[in-house]
């Protein structure tokens, strides 16, 4: 009879290693001892990527006919491409890039800050977004009303208008449950905001730093806050009890200048930041230590903004030698070079579409958005109508 499913010691073996994986080492070590597997804790994410494979061929399986396109209808592979294309960026199995057509962006809404919009989010369910400007303020929009607005006065987008800093917010990262909404700020603080209470304006809980803090991602799990600083040393902040670990103080691990950016793996197995000293560094989320250090990443200048694929095989950064790049984890190098857009003056970011197809950045002489064929580095799209240079790009 043919076998159609693991053996208990090859699940067992992949949830260990998954839990390792989201932080909780403890627990894997506990789960190995009270099955009697005979498993390595070595932190792995195999099992989460073969659970988002299976998930995904089980939802192309279920696709009924529908009269206009969906999301799925255009993300489709192309004749000709493989069935992983659209699902992670992997230069390891792709031999040959298949141009891709652009999506026709549209805006759909429109709001304003009283001062210039620095940072803006979506939740994970795609729910809400959230801006914070330089104003102090954040707001909450739902996004099925930026979708379908009725014009009714009670049809309004901006569902809250948040108040608790005192300073430039330079940062938004949502739960992953959705109900809570994390900000950092010039007031060296990092605040976080109860969206499940209608009426609450104010912070509910808060993280005093004593750096300006750049930028916060929230751990897949919730319950971490990774936040770099104008410090050298990353922070990452347990919710629940307050406790910041830093990165171990290790000379040639450290950055030499403050950090500019920081974000988690989709597993949170990994972590990147970039900095103003010109380098990019891979952190691996468990044990915190460097697995990558890319040195004069962008010719010295400084790196602006830094991203990590959804396999956790790449990274994507933007410096201000107007050059944005892609980098493969596993060896340093650089793959794809993306040229085109001005930024040398502002801290621009840059960002993948959600399916990584393409790669996003603000130009700061034209305001315009210039889009870049992620596997080819080719420039396919400007997208005009900008009022002011775009400083972040969130999917």
């Known amino acids: 009879m043919e076998t159609t499913a693991l053996s208990q010691d090859e699940v067992l073996s992949l949830i260990v290693s998954q839990l390792a994986a989201y932080g909780f080492s403890q627990l894997a070590q506990t789960v190995a001892e009270v099955t009697g597997a005979m498993v390595e804790l070595a932190p792995s994410s195999r099992l989460s990527e073969l659970l988002y494979l299976g998930k995904e061929q089980d939802e192309s399986e279920e696709l009924e006919p529908t009269e206009f396109p969906t999301e799925e209808d255009q993300d489709e592979p192309m004749e000709g491409s493989t069935d992983s294309y659209s699902k992670y960026l992997d230069f390891d199995i792709e031999t040959k890039p298949i141009p891709r057509p652009f999506p026709d962006y549209t805006q759909l809404y429109y709001t304003q800050h009283k001062g210039p919009c620095r940072c803006a989010a979506f939740s994970a369910d795609g729910k809400y977004a959230a801006t914070g400007s330089h104003d102090t303020s954040l707001k909450v929009l739902d996004v099925a009303k930026m979708k379908n607005r009725s014009g009714d006065a009670g049809d309004k987008p901006v569902i809250r208008t948040l108040y608790d800093h005192v300073a430039t917010v330079n940062d938004l990262s949502f739960h992953p449950n959705g109900l809570v909404l994390a900000s950092c700020s010039d007031d060296q603080s990092i605040k976080l905001f109860d969206l499940s209470k209608p009426g609450v304006k104010r912070a509910f809980r808060y993280l005093q730093d004593t750096h300006i803090v750049r930028s916060i991602c929230f751990h897949p ?57 010109g380098s990019v560094k891979v952190w691996d989320g468990v044990s915190g230590k460097c697995v990558r250090s890319i040195e004069n990443a962008h010719a010295g200048a400084p790196v602006s903004s830094v991203r990590v694929s959804r396999n956790g095989k790449y990274v ?15 060896s340093g190098r650089e793959l794809v070079r993306y040229e085109g857009a001005m930024h040398s003056r502002e801290s621009l970011q840059a960002a993948f579409t959600h399916n990584e197809d393409f790669v996003l950045m603000g130009d700061e002489n034209s305001y ?22 775009i400083i972040q790009l969130r999917w």
């Open 221 to 277: 799990s919730g319950d971490f806050i990774l936040a770099g600083t104008d410090d050298n040393s990353v922070r990452i902040y347990d919710v629940k009890t307050f406790q910041c670990y830093t990165t171990p103080p290790t000379t040639a691990d450290l950055h030499r200048g403050g950090i500019t950016q920081v974000r988690y793996s989709s597993t949170g197995a990994l972590f990147a930041t970039s900095s103003a000293d």
């Open 316 to 330: 994507l950064s933007a410096g201000r030698d107007s050059f944005i790049k892609l980098w493969d984890v596993g």
């Open 368 to 389: 315009t958005v210039l889009c870049w064929d992620t596997r080819t580095g080719a420039l396919v799209k400007k997208i005009q109508g900008m009022l002011l240079f």
